[in-house]
């Protein structure tokens, strides 16, 4: 069903400040402090629908502040502030262990996310794990990933990482040039990457995954095929690629307001796609298969993204710490984002709840449509069993128009997306929002 406009030039359009990157539905900005009740009902409700358990941890602390940056991040935490906060996540993951949803149930995966995870000593992290396992067991967890700033990775640390029984080694490379990645902020330079990865590789982790941004600061058509080749040379189990967006709570964001200026000084959106592709073409080349808009894997029968998967498909998250977000039994709800109002509501022995929507059947539906087209695949069957719903029926006029205009096809079995499609599926997915969910921001 390929048609002429699959291969149309798109119109150029800038780089403007706020957030293209869907990461649940409904958006952020319909959950509210109203409904936190909402998150007491949801652990009291039994495990009788089948949704498998994940269990994210976010460690906020990080050598610096990357311009770019929109997570809740700190740099001036000292040791015993460090030790405050992570006890209070073992606090919090006590409590919730102990609810009717969550009690006797093992993780399928674990994510430890930030921020910079790898900003903790080895035995910060052993520490914290052993008493995480210690409440809620993870020795039957088929994924852990780990995020790792290569900057803060020697051999004993990676060594560390890999004993508390890290399957994933994310590391957050972004790019390859020392120029690049100081304009942009980064902590590290470029040889501390090289080190970091040898160090990785002789550990033997199950998966390394790669880490780019496509269209920073300063970034050039050299230097992007620069990128591409290091990349190869390295031959990681898996890239993940993003294209740079300036969320409103970033340090480019408000010199851009200070400026008056609207468009970012970044690639615009046309380049950041073509950069995407030319890395997934030389990435296919090289015998990887493209997984998602945003991933490339090396073995797709052997490296997976359990944790994407699995939230994409409706798994409970149970969130911890500062600004971390869940979802539990159709509830979703995000943590304050202060580390001293979270510190304090543990010590109190309050939840840190900051704000929470729950979800009808219809939103938990469209939540995973939208999830599922990143992936560039989506089974018409499997949205007919677990929701009674025919998506070609549902959504006949949008995949009919997406279509014609070359970034899809389906059939009764299937919708696919064409690369066209799935370089800019961020964008493309706002057409099945519901109407009242409709916003130009989505955080």
Not at 277 to 302: D, H, M, R, V
Not at 397 to 422: M, N, Q, V, W
Request: aromatic share 12%.
């Amino acid at each position: 069903m390929s048609t002429s406009a699959e291969t149309a030039e798109p119109k150029k359009k800038p780089t403007e400040a706020g957030n293209y990157f869907i990461s649940n539905y409904p958006p952020f900005s319909f959950w509210s402090p109203e409904n936190n009740k909402e998150v007491d009902e949801a652990f009291l409700k039994l495990h009788d629908d089948g949704a498998s358990l994940g269990v994210y941890h976010h460690i906020p602390f990080c050598r610096k502040r990357c311009h770019f940056c929109y997570f809740r991040v700190y740099t001036d935490k000292n040791a015993s502030e460090i030790k405050a906060y992570l006890d209070s996540t073992i606090q919090e993951l006590e409590h919730f262990a102990k609810q009717p949803r969550i009690a006797g149930r093992k993780p399928k995966f674990v994510y430890f996310g930030g921020g910079t995870p790898s900003y903790l000593s080895g035995a910060q992290l052993t520490e914290l794990t052993d008493q995480m396992k210690e409440i809620l067991p993870w020795d039957e967890a088929e994924e852990v990933a780990f995020e790792g700033e290569p900057g803060t990775l020697n051999p004993r640390k990676v060594k560390a990482i890999k004993d508390i029984g890290v399957t994933r080694l994310s590391l957050g490379i972004e790019n390859f040039d020392d120029r690049i990645l100081e304009i942009n902020g980064r902590a590290h330079k470029a040889p501390e990457v090289y080190k970091a990865y040898e160090a990785a590789q002789s550990e033997g982790f199950d998966q390394i995954n790669i880490d780019l941004i496509a269209g920073m600061l300063d970034e050039t058509e050299e230097n992007w095929q620069r990128n591409i080749e290091e990349t190869l040379k390295l031959r990681p189990d898996s890239v993940t690629i993003y294209q740079m967006e300036i969320p409103y709570n970033t340090t480019i964001y408000k010199e851009m307001k200070e400026s008056g200026t609207l468009i970012a000084p970044v690639a615009d959106w046309q380049v950041k796609r073509r950069w995407v592709k030319e890395a997934f073409e030389a990435l296919e080349s090289a015998g990887y298969t493209i997984s998602s808009g945003y991933t490339a894997l090396l073995n797709p029968e052997k490296t997976k993204f359990v944790y994407r998967d699995e939230l994409w498909t409706g798994a409970d998250l149970l969130g911890l710490g500062v600004a971390s977000i869940s979802h539990i039994a159709g509830v979703h709800y995000q943590n304050v984002n202060e580390i001293s109002q979270y510190t304090d509501a543990i010590d109190k022995g309050e939840l840190p709840v900051h704000r929470a929507l729950k979800t009808s059947s219809d939103e938990r539906m469209i939540r995973e449509f939208l999830l599922q087209m990143k992936l560039g695949l989506v089974s018409i069957e499997y949205f007919r069993q677990k929701f009674g719903v025919d998506l070609l029926s549902r959504y006949e006029a949008e995949l009919k128009e997406l279509s014609e205009e070359g970034f899809l096809e389906y059939d009764s079995e299937r919708i696919s997306l064409h690369r066209r499609g799935l370089l800019c599926v961020d964008n493309l997915l706002f057409k099945f929002f519901l109407p009242e969910h409709v916003t130009s921001r989505i955080v």
